[in-house]
Nanobody
Framework: QVQLVESGGGLVQAGGSLRLSCAASGRAFDIYAMGWFRQAPGKEREFVAAMPWSGGNTYYADSVKGRFTISRPNAEATVYLQMNSLKPEDTAVYYC???????????????????WGQGTQVTVSS
């Protein structure tokens, strides 16, 4: 079992920044990759970013490339999503998720992520 707890969401003006955190516990040592997803009101949940748990290559959705950064500094059991130059269309509930499958990277299919956090709300005002 892996437990994931997100934090760091909130209300920010367009152009501002937020950093989301995802703290992993339990079998965190078995995680293959971490992903961030988001779900806007009335829309399906979509992929945002992913990185291998061991570090290295990162992968982003086109809509956030160059503005968001996923990281796991200093081998912490916490993954971050730094979000800069936020836009109103970034408003959503953000979820982190753990991929245990070791099937492929990057993994964009939500069904391949076994563990999910509870989500944290990000609201960007115009």
């Amino acid at each position: 079992q892996v437990q994931l707890v997100e934090s760091g969401g909130g209300l920010v003006q367009a152009g501002g920044s937020l950093r989301l955190s995802c703290a992993a516990s339990g079998r965190a040592f078995d995680i293959y990759a971490m992903g961030w997803f988001r779900q806007a009101p009335g829309k399906e949940r979509e992929f945002v970013a992913a990185m291998p748990w061991s570090g290295g290559n990162t992968y982003y959705a086109d809509s956030v490339k160059g503005r968001f950064t996923i990281s796991r500094p200093n081998a912490e059991a916490t993954v971050y999503l730094q979000m800069n130059s936020l836009k109103p269309e970034d408003t959503a509930v953000y979820y982190c998720a753990a991929d245990m499958s070791r099937f492929r990277f990057p993994e964009l299919l939500q069904a391949m992520y076994e563990y999910w956090g509870q989500g944290t709300q990000v609201t960007v005002s115009s």
